[in-house]
C-alpha cells in the first residue's frame, strides 16, 4: 500500500456533511462509472486473464456498491442525474501516457490512485457521519466505513496487477511520479459535496 501526499482538509468533509444528498448522487455516478471502468479493462485486456478475472470481479463489486448507494437514495427520494465530468478524473487521465505499455500501465496506477483517494475520502466520511442516533445513521455509518475497506482492497489490487506485468521497480517509479501529481491536483481543486 502507498501513501496519498496531500491529506483531504476538514472542510471538504463539512462541504459534504451540509448538502449529503448532492454526495449521494455523485457518489452513485462514481460507482456506476468505477464499474464501467473496470468493463472496459477486462474487454480492452482480454488476453491477459488475470485482468480479465479481476476486472470482471471489480465491476460487479462496484456495481452492488452502486445498486447500495441507490437505495440510499430512495430513501431519501433522491433520483440518478445524468453524468457530471470529474475534473479530477479526467485531469488524471491526461497524464497517462501513449504506446501500449506505458498506456497499459498508467491505466493500472491511476486506478489504484483513483481507489487510493476515495478510500481516503469514505474513511473521512464514515468518521464524521454520528453513530446511535438513529437505524438510518447507523446504517450509512457502516455502509462507508465498508466502502472504505473496500477501495483500500482495490487499490491494492491494481498495484498487484501491474507488479503481475511490470518490474517493481517500474512500477514504483511511475507510481510516484503519479502520485506527486495527484496531490498537486487535489490541492487545487475546490471543495464541492461530491468524491472529488
Do not use: C
Request: aromatic share 8%; hydrophobic share 45%.
Amino acid at each position: 500500500m502507498f501513501k496519498l501526499r496531500y491529506q483531504t482538509p476538514p472542510a471538504w468533509v463539512l462541504t459534504v456533511l451540509d448538502d449529503f444528498n448532492a454526495f449521494l448522487i455523485d457518489h452513485a455516478g462514481a460507482e456506476k462509472k468505477a464499474s464501467g471502468m473496470a468493463m472496459s479493462m477486462a474487454l480492452h485486456y482480454a488476453d491477459k486473464p488475470d485482468i480479465v478475472s479481476a476486472m470482471i470481479d471489480l465491476s460487479i463489486e462496484e456495481l452492488e456498491h452502486f445498486r447500495e448507494v441507490v437505495k440510499l437514495m430512495a430513501a431519501r427520494q433522491l433520483q440518478l442525474q445524468k453524468d457530471e465530468k470529474d475534473p479530477y478524473v479526467n485531469k488524471l487521465r491526461k497524464q497517462v501516457r501513449n504506446g501500449r505499455d506505458d498506456y497499459f500501465l498508467d491505466r493500472l496506477l491511476l486506478g489504484a490512485v483513483i481507489e487510493a483517494r476515495g478510500a481516503e475520502r469514505f474513511g473521512l466520511v464514515a468518521s464524521a457521519l454520528p453513530l446511535g442516533a438513529s437505524g438510518e445513521e447507523d446504517a450509512l455509518k457502516h455502509f462507508y466505513e465498508a466502502i472504505t475497506r473496500s477501495e483500500d482492497r482495490h487499490q491494492n489490487l491494481f498495484i498487484e496487477l501491474a507488479e503481475n506485468h511490470f518490474p517493481a521497480h517500474l512500477v514504483s517509479a511511475r507510481l510516484d511520479e503519479l502520485v506527486d501529481f495527484e496531490a498537486a491536483l487535489v490541492e487545487t481543486l475546490p471543495f464541492r459535496a461530491a468524491l472529488h
